[in-house]
T-cell receptor, first 113, second 116 residues
Framework: AQSVAQPEDQVNVAEGNPLTVKCTYS??????LFWYVQYPNRGLQFLLK??????LVKGSYGFEAEFNKSQTSFHLKKPSALVSDSALYFC???????????FGQGTELSVKP | EAGVAQSPRYKIIEKRQSVAFWCNPI?????LYWYQQILGQGPKLLIQ????????DSQLPKDRFSAERLKGVDSTLKIQPAKLEDSAVYLC??????????????FGAGSRLTVL
């Protein structure tokens, strides 16, 4: 069973508009959830994480994510997109089996001027 | 602090040949991970080391892949013989402690392998 799902392969947004990159996860106790970003020919960079507490998590570069337990979602958001936000975004969950970080398949974000 | 170093950045080989990738984690990081990222997919954990011991290698194709972390610092991932489906980016990551859910992984830039 897939632990993390990113339903959109690609998201297109105009610069200055709000953006949302979706992520849902399989239920298993209290999840630890993460967002990473990957720029071309670069490794993954940590953006933010949810461990416990406030459902709205703030991270790097103006990104935030909302943990919704009833919908088992952890969508990544930004109020105003920048062209430089264009990259590949991965949602990840601390896995149920043996404690490993399991990634979704990724969503390519394209922000046009 | 210096990041996670990986080499080579790019490698092209023919099938059935062998290849090795090297990783130097952040100083002091006890846990080291090797992930395989196939184009269009999320990274998949191949092997996880805690110091110089293997914690998880359940998804490592052991008939062709091997990895070691001598002295609990640098690590080498080897593929022998390579298959076409091994074409991927091999990402090394490290974390301060054994992953507990709260620790953040720091990734290297990756080693891109093309098998012809």
């Amino acid at each position: 069973a897939q632990s993390v799902a990113q339903p959109e392969d690609q998201v297109n947004v105009a610069e200055g508009n709000p953006l949302t990159v979706k992520c849902t996860y399989s239920v298993s106790g209290n999840p630890y959830l993460f967002w990473y970003v990957q720029y071309p020919n670069r490794g993954l960079q940590f953006l933010l994480k949810y461990i416990t507490g406030d459902n709205l998590v703030k991270g790097s570069y103006g990104f935030e994510a909302e943990f919704n337990k009833s919908q088992t979602s952890f969508h990544l958001k930004k109020p105003s997109a920048l062209v430089s936000d264009s990259a590949l975004y991965f949602c990840a969950k601390w896995g149920d089996q043996g404690g490993k970080l399991i990634f979704g398949q990724g969503t390519e974000l394209s922000v046009k001027p | 602090e210096a990041g996670v170093a990986q080499s080579p950045r790019y490698k092209i080989i023919e099938k059935r040949q062998s290849v090795a990738f090297w990783c130097n984690p952040i100083s002091g990081h006890a846990t080291l991970y090797w992930y395989q990222q196939i184009l269009g997919q999320g990274p998949k954990l191949l092997i996880q080391f805690q110091n110089n011991g293997v914690v998880d290698d359940s998804q490592l194709p052991k008939d062709r892949f091997s990895a070691e972390r001598l002295k609990g610092v640098d690590s080498t991932l080897k593929i022998q013989p390579a298959k076409l489906e091994d074409s991927a980016v091999y990402l090394c990551a490290s974390s301060l402690e054994r992953f507990s859910g709260a620790n953040v992984l720091t990734f290297g830039a990756g080693s891109r392998l093309t098998v012809l």
